[in-house]
């Protein structure tokens, strides 16, 4: 059965959590989708026993601060391994095509040069194109375009071990270009910046984000079977589960979930 490992729940402005980023864990490896933006992410996997030496795919959505600095820090601790002979295999980090360029500048910029070098013999730095799938931990995953209206970004879909697929939206709301991706999926993994009611507070649409009044609109037309909510403000953070829950419960149907950073959700029917 494979899992959802949610390392981060906010956005790029937030402060009391980390920035929205996750992995999905298939027997002892984990698929692991952006790193947020700093070094707080190995904290957290320590924390959530995550072993870096069982990461070897990392998908990185967008350049945005809040998705990819955090990338310089895996490719720093996972070379250390790789040095010190406690890695096995190579690590491969998936992106959008003009992405592989930006992350190799930031590693060359900012990492000694005995981490850099492993970049090309066993750092992999994988570009894919709209609509490419790969096979990563024996699950069929398609990358696409998400037509960002900020810089280009991209999700996924990918099928799991129970015949269920699972979205991922990236970090604006659904196009519509993009909805046969999502349409009757068992996951719908999707942003919502804050709640409706509080739309004149944090501007969600002048940032062309969600609010979780429009994502569980948005999940219910899909017919998703289960909906999770992220990429938030934090401003409530001890308050935000029950509230979002609350606002989203009447729009939406299926299984809600609003989690916490170092949440642990079991990807079942």
């Known amino acids: 059965m494979e899992q959802l490992y949610i390392f981060g729940t906010g956005n790029a402005a937030v402060s009391n959590c980390y920035n929205t980023c996750f992995a999905i864990k298939k027997e002892d490896e984990y698929f692991m989708i952006d790193a947020g933006g700093g070094n707080g992410i190995l904290g957290i996997l320590n924390s959530m026993n995550v072993e870096l030496s069982r990461i070897h795919h990392l998908f990185v959505s967008h350049e945005h601060t809040d998705h990819i600095l955090g990338v310089v820090w895996m490719v720093r601790f996972i070379g250390t391994r790789m040095k010190s002979n406690q890695y096995e295999g190579d690590f491969t980090i998936y992106c959008h095509k003009r992405l592989v360029s930006v992350i190799d500048t930031i590693c060359r910029l900012t990492l000694q040069g005995k981490f850099y070098e492993l970049i090309g013999k066993r750092i992999h730095l994988t570009g894919v194109d709209d609509g490419e799938t790969r096979t990563i931990l024996g699950n069929q995953v398609t990358f696409f375009d998400i037509h960002s209206t900020k810089a280009e970004q991209y999700g996924f879909t990918t099928v799991l071990q129970n015949g269920k697929t699972l979205t991922f939206c990236g970090d604006e709301p659904l196009s519509s270009a993009c909805l046969p991706y999502a349409k009757n999926c068992g996951w719908l993994l999707h942003e919502a910046f804050c709640l409706y009611e509080e739309r004149e507070r944090f501007k969600p649409y002048e940032k062309h984000h969600s609010t979780v009044k429009d994502a569980c609109e948005l999940a219910q037309e899909l017919n998703a079977e289960n909906l999770i909510l992220w990429h938030t403000e ?36």
Do not use: M
Request: charged share 35%; glycine share 6%.
């Open 234 to 269: 934090d401003f409530d953070i001890l308050h935000r589960k029950e509230r979002y829950v609350k606002e989203g419960a009447p729009y939406y149907h299926g299984r809600l979930f609003v989690p916490d950073d170092r949440e642990i959700l079991p990807l079942t029917p």
